[in-house]
RNA sequence: GCCGAGGUAGCUCAGUGGUAGAGCGCGGCCCUGAAAAGGCCGGCGUGGGGGGUCCGAUUCCCUCCCUCGGCA
């Protein structure tokens, strides 16, 4: 029988973390993050981390283990839970996947298609170009080597046309092509994804409450602290830091910054939510906003057995 | 009290004698190496109240109410 592995995701405040740490006491299992912004070090408040006693109530993994100065994606992401997964299952764990990042969780399950990273030199000409001629130009250009891809992607969506001009200018394949070769966890394991579903406006809630607190457990210092390293391309932008830099700029004041850091995490929230949606394999657990952990964990456990 | 400006979407505001838009918000969606990112779609409206002119008023006129400046 084929190891299992244990998902639970969720919006960002529906309860995933404490639910989780309830998880791991009932079934023996270890947390691995599965959060973009929780990987890296010294930002803490502001990805709303699992406190001291939750983190030594359940063992958890690649939380602040990276450094917010280094270069990070979906693909070291991959090797980084692998690696995990043998390990507590060496130990005869069972491991848990909790967090909120769709993409990250997704790709995990299914699997990237086996490409190149990124190239520096490449992707900062593309740029330059989109910005010169505009996305449009650019988009014509993988209509004419990629027409799959560029029928995909929309001519507005910069992103992805450059890192599908990227790959084909660097493996002289269409990304089209490379995506349909894939090798996720699905083929080795056996997986179970369990989803958090709160009602919206509690949600909501729950994020303003979350966003008060996180001021006044010093999230400004915090971002001090950060603002002070060269931030990569992804730590820079997580929810808080440039809303924070703004604020220390002088370009607005603190309750401005406070309520834009609510906006923009409702709005976060609800795209999290659009992307859990869509994935049929979810088994939902619907959950109030004052529902406890332990409750919470009861209900994924029976589910379980 | 007088003078001036203004009351249009949840907010800030355009515009037009033929029943109205933009940005933000809000909602829906997409997503394969930056993903807390990036992109797409949707107007969600008693046009302050009442009256008048006109085939037709959100637009012109009268009146009332409200807001903001200035003068008293």
Request: one cysteine or more.
């Amino acid at each position: 029988m084929r190891p299992r592995i244990i998902f639970l995701v969720g919006p960002t405040a529906s309860g995933k973390t404490k639910t989780a740490v309830e998880l791991a006491k009932k079934l023996k299992g270890e947390i691995i993050s599965c959060d973009s912004m929780q990987l890296y070090k010294g930002m803490d408040i502001i990805t709303s981390k699992p406190d001291r006693v939750l983190m030594r109530a359940a063992r958890h993994h690649l939380i602040g283990s990276v450094s917010p100065e280094k270069e990070y994606n979906v693909s070291r992401y991959c090797k980084d839970v692998r690696r995990k997964i043998k390990d507590i299952l060496k130990r005869k764990r069972m491991p848990l996947v909790v967090g909120g990042t769709g993409l990250y969780m997704s790709i995990l399950v299914d699997g990237l298609f086996k490409s190149i990273s990124p190239k520096q030199g490449v992707r900062a000409r593309l740029y330059k170009e989109a910005e010169a001629k505009g996305s449009g130009y650019l988009h014509s250009k993988l209509k004419e080597v990629d027409p799959p891809a560029a029928m995909k992607i929309h001519p507005n969506d910069t992103k992805r046309i450059v890192r599908a001009l990227e790959v084909f200018e660097s493996t002289a394949q269409p990304i089209s092509k490379l995506q349909k070769e894939r090798n996720g966890l699905s083929k080795e394991y056996e997986i179970k994804i369990f989803g958090l579903d709160m009602p919206r406006d509690e949600l909501y809630k729950r994020i303003d409450d979350r966003v008060d607190k996180m001021f006044s457990s010093g999230l400004v210092d915090e971002v001090k602290r950060v603002l002070k390293l060269k931030l990569s391309k992804t730590s820079g932008y997580a929810i808080g830091v440039r809303e924070i830099k703004s604020y220390l700029g002088g370009e607005y004041d603190l309750e401005e910054a406070k309520r834009l850091i609510k906006r923009n995490t409702r709005q976060y929230a609800k795209r999290q939510m659009t992307w859990f949606r869509k994935d049929k394999r979810i088994d939902w657990i619907r959950i109030t906003g004052k529902e406890r952990p332990a409750v919470i964990a009861d209900k994924v456990n029976i589910k379980l057995s």
